[in-house]
């Protein structure tokens, strides 16, 4: 009788770690779709933006738990500006320095919901070689099938606004380059 209990137990446990992994959905960011995006204070005057061409990473989503991950990495060398001698000061050691740090990475631990949609990812951003704790506010989250390809996907756009400074950025402050820089990351992901 014991180890019949034991063996019915063990099934059941089984069933259930089974269904709760079968839930959990990993999507791979695309590249093309989610090219991160900065605006700064120029000279006190206008807003000038920038972007970087390249941006890869995971999500994953539990949605019945309403859990999940993000990891993105935005590859800093592709920062674009319209502009190459800009771009060029933006890739110097005043700046991204790209020479010694070609990334910056954002990694998400809670992921939280309203109903069925994300409306935040708390995680850390790394940046310069210093990490901090940064909160990505998500509009626009959908998941559905691609209406050309067919595949599984999910889309949204994160924002979050920083304090360079914080991240040892400081050159040009406080008036020729904002302290103050907003980050937008429009995301489309592949389910695996």
Known sequence: MNRLLAIVTAALALA???????????YT?????SQAMFEARHMGFSQQRGSFAKSTGKITLDRAAK???VEIVI?????RTYDSRLDDQMKSENF???????TLTFKGSKVIFDGDRIVQVDGELTMLGVTKPVSLKVANFVCGEHPMNKKPMCGAEATTTIMRSEWGMK??????????????IPIEAYKE
């Open 16 to 26: 259930l770690t089974a269904g709760r992994a079968a839930a959990q959905e990993t």
């Open 29 to 33: 960011i695309d590249p093309v779709h």
């Open 67 to 69: 859990t999940g991950t």
């Open 75 to 79: 590859d800093t060398t592709s920062i």
């Open 96 to 102: 991204f320095n790209v020479a010694k740090y070609p």
């Open 171 to 184: 050159y040009a402050l406080p008036k020729a380059v904002s302290d103050e820089i907003k980050l937008t």
